[in-house]
């Protein structure tokens, strides 16, 4: 319900989907997450639900002390699912790291902020090998986050199609799609 989480802190481990559906239900609040099940999927869906959160998603286990991941190896993929904030202002001045601290290669399915509102001055952090497979905000990429840059790599177009819409921004775009196409 609303603010029914808010200013706690919570740790789960394994967890398959964690919500926070109602209006402030878990803004302020500290949530540590260990080791989620396969297609985790992390949900801010109520206005403000997850506002200035701190949210830790740990991943993996680090190589015996000494040792270091050795690069030639294969890799073991670890799917994240979709981490979503759909409400208004639900993710705004939130923390969200993902921090592999494993050998393997964590890969995020999506990240998106639904509303044009849901994700001013979210910090996204990504730690160890992370990657991100499609990255969706308001229907347009210009309005992510800058600390989301991974996800200006390999991109079709770039579309600002509102008044002002890329005004005073700097993106920089690493390896475009053949075709790119930037619309304004």
């Not at 506002?51 to 740990?58: K, R």
């Not at 964590?106 to 499609?134: A, Y």
């Not at 991974?150 to 690493?174: A, D, F, G, M, R």
Request: contains cysteine; neutral net charge; glycine residues 8%.
């Amino acid at each position: 319900g609303v603010d029914s989480c808010r200013k706690i802190t919570m740790w789960g481990v394994g967890i398959k989907r964690f919500s926070c559906d109602s209006p402030s239900s878990c803004r302020e609040s500290n949530i540590y997450l260990y080791d989620p099940a396969p297609n985790f999927g992390l949900y801010c869906n109520g206005d403000s639900s997850c506002q200035a959160s701190n949210i830790i998603i740990s991943i993996g286990e680090a190589p015996p002390k000494g040792m270091i991941c050795n690069p030639s190896m294969i890799q073991k993929e670890i799917i994240i699912g979709a981490i979503v904030f759909h409400g208004e202002s639900s993710g705004k001045s939130t923390d969200l790291t993902i921090n592999n601290i494993g050998c393997d290669k964590v890969i995020i399915s999506s990240i998106r902020c639904t509303q044009i509102s849901s994700c001013p001055d979210t910090n996204f952090r990504f730690i160890g090998s992370v990657e991100i497979k499609n990255c969706q905000t308001f229907n347009r990429l210009s309005l992510l986050p800058q600390s989301l840059e991974s996800c200006y790599s390999s991109i079709p177009k770039l579309s600002c199609v509102y008044p002002e819409e890329c005004s005073n921004i700097e993106k920089t775009i690493k390896n475009p799609l053949a075709g790119f196409v930037f619309e304004c």
